[in-house]
């Protein structure tokens, strides 16, 4: 949403708050008077004028007064847009007292607090004072718990409220703030409780586990309470004793959480916690040389299904303990995957396993499935879910769940997660595996981590060059690809064209109706998935588009004025095998690599020259 389009939202959301027009009260003189009619204590509205300005707000016609918090919240848009904080905080000052009885503008309400906070923090710097932050979002929460304030507006303010505290590293004020938010009715079946719900059960979970199992290095950036504790606020700008005063004295009498009490009856209340989990996509693919048969490795696990009405399974670890070897297989995941450390050891790779299935870990898992199952799916909550999963050591579980929402939904995300299991437990399979890739580039072409694994089980012999072919084209129609990936797609095709000499075409010399009754024989290097079918199809049109996304004289001088001589010839090469070489990006390719004397890539297009494809040419062929 543009500012222009936020102004306009906040001064519509403004309007529709508007009073009706009031009638003033008036007096009549006696007769002595000419009975002319004057406002009733005139005197007393002049004095409060000038002692206090923001009394002319609630004077007059109702247009004025909400004409002046129009502009008075535009005003406070563009100094925040400035960086104008002095002045923010005297405009913000004004805008508080004048709308302290307005609670049912969502708009107007996160304007000013949101900006409250963005003021704590220039004040604070990088030591934001915790107490301060959640001092706002309890008055926050406090004003908007009326009926008149819509019910998504009252959630998304106490979900930011916990993951205030979870980001900080505060686990266990963020599960208060969750056990309270669960004895709301209306609020606590919202899919969106349920995820946030889940994790800061998932963060508790975490936080009790041994610090060896652990890793460390999820820990870093995220300050510890302590840091966050000990600040004291510093008024550095203007007119900041009001906003301070209004909070100091308000938090006082906001909601409190009864952590002295039992919150929600046989709930528990949990230890101290640590910093947030963070999860990373790996940046590297590293194709792992041994494999492991899901079928024989995995076994089969038991669970319950709860009667509630949707397909979420909870599931029963009583008397579950997996094989070892399950374990010893989930250590060639990836962090974002796998976020814990086992023990090499057998006795104490057990002996962890029963620490970690502990109440936690189950009311995690319980809140993920009611998330992910519900109408719509949640699928956010299916990674924290998949994760808690493998930890349980419930591998056929997992991809069960993963499997659901690869049938159901067009999403690429579960299909990454089931290539990345597939990868780890059943790498034997190259088919199936090869699959999963496949389904994720036609779900999300420009993923280049599922084509780099094509590439490498290419490289490998696990995958064919027709394949390979048809999947690179896919990620180049969405993406401007490295120089890498166009040397693949050049040696794809020069495979191909050498699989075409063992293919023979006859075709009779001459047109039709023209009797030249001779036969000649000749190599047709181009295969047929270029020209027959759906494939050939999209072949052709690509052709055509490419000329101008790819192959363009722009492209051509903006490569050459980058100087990659690498990504100029195997682009060059590969206009060869569509286009031919006499087409002018080819010509002036050829032309600057000469002028470089780079007696390699002259080779390497040579070579391309002479076996190329020359897709095209069979289109045109057929045209004429």
Not at 172 to 183: I, P
Not at 276 to 300: C, G, R, Y
Request: a neutral charge.
């Amino acid at each position: 949403m543009t500012e222009v389009e936020e102004g306009r939202s906040l001064e519509l959301e403004i309007s529709a708050e508007r009073p009706k027009k009031r009638k003033r009260k008036f007096v009549s003189m006696d007769d002595d008077d000419d009975h002319v009619p004057i406002p009733s204590r005139p005197y007393k509205s002049t004095t409060l004028s000038l002692m206090n300005p923001l009394y002319l707000l609630r004077l007059g016609p109702g247009n004025i007064r909400w004409g002046t918090r129009e502009r008075l919240c535009s005003l406070l848009q563009k100094l925040v847009r400035q960086h104008n904080w002095a002045e923010a905080s005297g405009v913000l000052s004004v805008l508080l007292k004048g709308t302290c009885n307005v609670v049912s503008c969502s708009t107007l309400n996160r304007l000013k607090f949101s900006v409250s906070m963005e003021l704590v923090k220039h004040v604070q710097g990088n030591h934001v004072k915790l107490t301060r932050i959640r001092d706002i979002y309890e008055i926050w929460m406090r004003r908007i718990r009326s009926k008149r304030v819509r019910l998504e507006e009252r959630l998304l303010v106490q979900l930011e409220f916990i993951l205030l505290y979870l980001m900080h590293g505060n686990v266990e004020d963020a599960h208060q703030a969750a056990l309270s938010l669960m004895k709301e009715n209306e609020l606590r079946n919202h899919p969106m409780s349920n995820l946030i719900i889940g994790l800061t059960f998932f963060q508790l979970w975490y936080s009790n586990l041994p610090e060896e199992a652990k890793l460390k290095d999820l820990d870093q950036g995220i300050p510890s309470q302590s840091e966050t504790s000990e600040e004291r606020f510093s008024n550095q700008v203007g007119n900041t004793e009001g906003i301070n005063e209004f909070y100091s004295h308000e938090a006082h009498s906001s909601l409190q959480y009864d952590s002295d009490t039992s919150v929600m009856n046989g709930k528990r209340i949990v230890a101290e916690a640590n910093n947030k989990l963070q999860i990373e996509l790996p940046a590297k693919i590293d194709v792992k040389p041994q494999s492991k048969s899901l079928t024989q490795d995995v076994q089969q696990q038991s669970f319950q299904s709860n009667s509630t009405g949707n397909d979420a399974c909870f599931y029963d670890y009583g008397s579950y303990m997996p094989d070892p070897s399950i374990f010893s297989a989930l250590e060639g995941l990836e962090s974002w995957l796998l976020p814990v450390r086992l023990p090499h050891s057998s006795e104490k790779l057990i002996h962890l396993h029963r620490q970690m299935l502990n109440n936690h870990y189950k009311d995690a898992m319980k809140y993920f499935q009611l998330a992910l199952y519900s109408t719509p799916p949640l699928l956010t909550a299916l990674l924290p879910l998949i994760q808690l999963l493998l930890i349980g050591g419930q591998v056929n579980e997992a991809l069960k769940e993963i499997e659901k929402f690869c049938n159901g939904l067009n999403a690429p995300f579960p299909f990454r997660l089931k290539a990345s299991l597939l990868d780890c437990f059943n790498s034997n399979d190259s088919v199936l595996l090869a699959t999963s890739f496949e389904d994720i580039l036609k779900k999300d072409p420009t993923c280049h981590l599922s084509l780099a694994k094509l590439v490498s089980m290419h490289q490998n012999g696990d995958y064919s060059p027709e394949s390979l072919v048809e999947m690179i084209a896919l990620h180049l129609d969405a993406t401007y690809a490295e120089s890498e990936t166009w040397r693949e797609f050049a040696l794809c095709f020069l495979k191909l064209s050498q699989y075409g000499e063992d293919r023979l075409s006859a075709c009779l010399n001459g047109k039709e109706n023209k009797p030249k009754p001779k036969y000649s024989i000749r190599y047709n290097r181009t295969p047929e998935i270029f020209t027959v079918g759906n494939s050939g199809k999209a072949w052709r049109l690509r052709c055509r588009w490419w000329l101008t996304r790819h192959f363009s004289k722009k492209m051509l001088a903006s490569e050459i004025n980058s100087g990659d001589l690498q990504l100029l010839t195997y682009k060059a090469a590969c206009a060869s095998h569509i286009y031919g070489h006499e087409i002018d990006y080819v010509v002036n390719a050829y032309t600057r690599v000469k002028e470089e004397n780079n007696r390699d890539l002259l080779l390497f297009l040579q070579n391309h020259f002479q076996n190329s494809v020359r897709i095209f040419s069979n289109f045109k062929d057929r045209s004429e």
